[in-house]
């Protein structure tokens, strides 16, 4: 019997073995070496596919028997690959009874990947460039390109606006080792002309009265966005249908934009200056305000005021059509000495004197509250923009730019063609003229501005005041001369004119002003006291926009709102703080922001941007309207409208 002297072992392995014998009687023993062999195990490998997702992938392997113990090698190298590609796959069974092998390939394919590129809004010629915002789901960069250069074109993910139509923006991504590539995604990207900016039915400008500007635009289905606080309209600024109105009572700067969809024009701007206006007569003043109503004060012995009086008023009343209906809609006024007149509505409207037919009412009654001026017995003056008085004739302008003219004609100031000693009752056209744009009446003579910027005058001419190098009196129209480098050409290029009680006044567009007529007090203002038959350069004037004439001083008002005086001072009406006379423009003292000027007989009256109304110079019949009656050569403020409480201080506006 052979003893070990231990149990017998159970695993593989190498054992030195002793044997004796134990029987009795008998003895001897062996030595030798037992040896237990491992047993052979079944490998077979297992997920040898994968797909690239940026982690290792082990190799797997089931064992027979099984749960046995493998290890792996990829390449010769135990680390598990992580990218896509074919790797060779050792698996070795690691057991201390059993062995085993298998070899195989780990095949790692690489991924597919998705790109998620939103839709592109509308763009609009113009625009800035703008940023793709596609990815893919790989994180990998991504790729765009434009089908339409001329349309859009694409660096790197920037896209830049090149002109209107469309494009497709295409988005790719190529992949690499681990990765398929996308699936492209395309989109159209419609690029838009931008609409055009929006139009006003009014032009920049000063006005007398409130407007009503009509916004409109070519782009159909467009939103009209405003502002009126000088900044750029946007999408949530207020907004207007199209042909919508919006009314202007102040001065605005008016910016519009037209938008459609997302898409939105250059914008659209306007400046207005709503100051209401002043015509100053020798000795009253009617005032109209924004609103489109008329004050009136001073003299009114002939009931120029038009308040149903013929009291003298220091301080500013209403005109009214009865005691208890006032004036209204009024657009543009006039005043001669002793008769005013008034627009609204196309039609005319005239009070006070009326010895020479001057209301046009076809009769020469006086009268105290205003009435329609005619050109028939049953037919009203009609289609009338502006008008202008004379002592004992009016004027008034039609839109078609036609002159219509009735009162006096006993020295030819009516124009048409022959002087008599008739009184002409009703208006008549003055067919001699056209294309006429502004008008004025004096003593006994008239002027007309047409289109082209030249001047036309008639009527009596003792002083040269027609400018036509003559001092003959003119029956029909003819054209004021100026005398340039000894040569008499006509004067031209002329965009505002007045009228003093014996000289003239033109502002030309090049801001300078021309004097002629009378000039015994230096109201030419050429340094001379010399009287003029045609036109001559004022002195040291530029920048020049209105002028105003009294009876012997001139005004102008230049683009900077400041104001020019010259000619008689003898009330302070120069407003330079002196009496003396000048025969050159002197700046007025203080008198800054100006919108409007005029002149009276001895005085000039003035409105500021902010409508306050002021004035300088003689006032003994209160034609300065302070409620003061005598001299005054300081600006006085001139309250326009005790009713009206939007100011405060005893401060009024005309506007």
């Not at 030595?31 to 077979?44: D, E, F, H, N, W």
């Not at 502002?227 to 008016?254: D, F, H, K």
């Not at 489109?292 to 005109?319: E, F, H, K, M």
């Not at 045609?534 to 530029?542: I, L, Q």
């Amino acid at each position: 019997m052979l003893r070990s002297g231990r149990a017998p072992p159970t695993n593989a392995g190498s054992y030195p073995v002793l044997a004796t014998v134990t029987r009795p009687g008998y003895q001897g023993n062996a030595t030798g070496t037992l040896v237990i062999t491992k047993a052979t195990a079944t490998v077979t490998l297992d997920r040898l596919t994968a797909i690239s997702d940026g982690t290792p992938k082990d190799a797997t392997a089931t064992t027979v028997p099984p749960g046995l113990n493998v290890t792996y090698t990829y390449d010769g190298s135990a680390t598990a690959p992580i990218h896509a590609g074919s790797y060779t796959v050792v698996g070795t069974v690691n057991d201390i009874n059993y062995q085993g092998t298998a070899a195989g390939t780990l095949l790692i394919n690489r991924a597919n990947q998705t790109i998620t590129f939103p839709p592109l809004p509308d763009k609009t010629v113009g625009d800035a460039s703008f940023t793709l915002t596609g990815s893919a789901s790989s994180f990998l960069p991504m790729s765009y390109i434009s089908s339409n250069p001329n349309v859009a074109t694409v660096s790197g993910s920037t896209v830049t606006i090149v002109a209107s139509g469309s494009a497709v923006i295409t988005a790719s991504q190529t992949g690499n080792t681990d990765y398929n590539p996308a699936p492209n995604v395309s989109r159209t990207l419609t690029v838009l002309m931008p609409p055009e900016p929006p139009t006003f039915s009014v032009a920049s400008g000063h006005y007398a009265t409130n407007l009503s500007v009509v916004l409109n635009s070519s782009a159909s289905g467009a939103v009209i966005r405003y502002t009126v606080n000088e900044t750029e309209p946007t999408a949530s600024s207020p907004s207007v249908a199209l042909g919508g109105t919006l009314l202007i009572n102040r001065p605005t700067t008016l910016k519009a934009k037209a938008f459609v969809g997302t898409a939105s024009s250059d914008t659209a701007s306007a400046t207005y200056i709503v100051t209401g206006w002043i015509a100053a007569g020798p000795n009253h003043t009617l005032a109209l305000r924004s609103d489109g109503s008329i004050y009136a004060w001073g003299l009114n012995t002939n009931g120029q005021l038009g308040n149903g009086t013929t009291a003298l008023r220091p301080t500013a009343v209403p005109v009214k059509l009865n005691a208890s209906t006032p004036l209204t809609n009024i657009v543009d006024l006039s005043t001669s000495s002793i008769h005013s007149l008034a627009v609204s509505e196309g039609n005319v409207w005239a009070w006070g004197s009326n010895w020479n037919g001057q209301l046009g009412t076809g009769n020469t009654r006086q009268q105290l509250w205003p009435v329609k001026a005619k050109i028939g017995p049953n037919t009203d003056l009609a289609n009338i923009v502006h008008v202008a008085a004379g002592i004992t004739h009016s004027l008034a302008l039609d839109t078609s730019g036609q002159v219509w003219v009735w009162g006096s004609n006993n020295v030819g100031q009516l124009g048409l063609g022959t002087a008599d000693t008739n009184t002409h009752l009703y208006a008549v056209r003055l067919n001699s003229l056209t294309n006429v744009v502004a008008i004025a009446a004096g003593n006994n003579c008239s002027l007309a501005l047409r289109s082209d910027g030249t001047v036309w005058t008639w009527g009596t001419n003792a002083n040269g005041q027609l400018g036509d190098g003559t001092r003959t009196q003119q029956n029909a129209p003819v054209q004021v001369k100026v005398n340039l480098n000894g040569t008499t050409t006509n004067l031209t290029g002329i965009t505002d004119t007045a009228i003093g009680a014996t000289h003239m006044l033109a502002v030309k567009n090049d801001g300078t002003v021309w004097a002629w007529g009378l000039n015994h007090y230096g109201q030419l203002g050429d340094d001379t006291i010399t009287t003029k038959n045609v036109a001559t350069r004022v002195s040291n004037v530029t920048g020049a926009v209105a002028v105003a004439a009294g009876a012997t001083h001139s005004v102008a008002l230049k683009s900077d709102g400041r104001v020019l005086a010259w000619g008689s001072n003898s009330q302070g009406q120069l407003g330079d703080g002196t009496l003396e006379t000048r025969k050159t423009p002197v700046t007025m003292l203080g008198v800054n922001g100006i919108q409007v000027i005029s002149a009276g007989a001895n005085r000039t009256i003035y409105i500021k941007a902010d409508g306050t109304v002021s004035g300088v110079g003689e006032n003994f019949y209160a034609p300065l309207g302070n409620g003061v009656i005598g001299f005054d050569p300081t600006p006085a403020v001139i309250p326009v409208d005790r009713d009206d409480n939007r100011q405060g201080s005893g401060r009024r506006e005309c506007a």
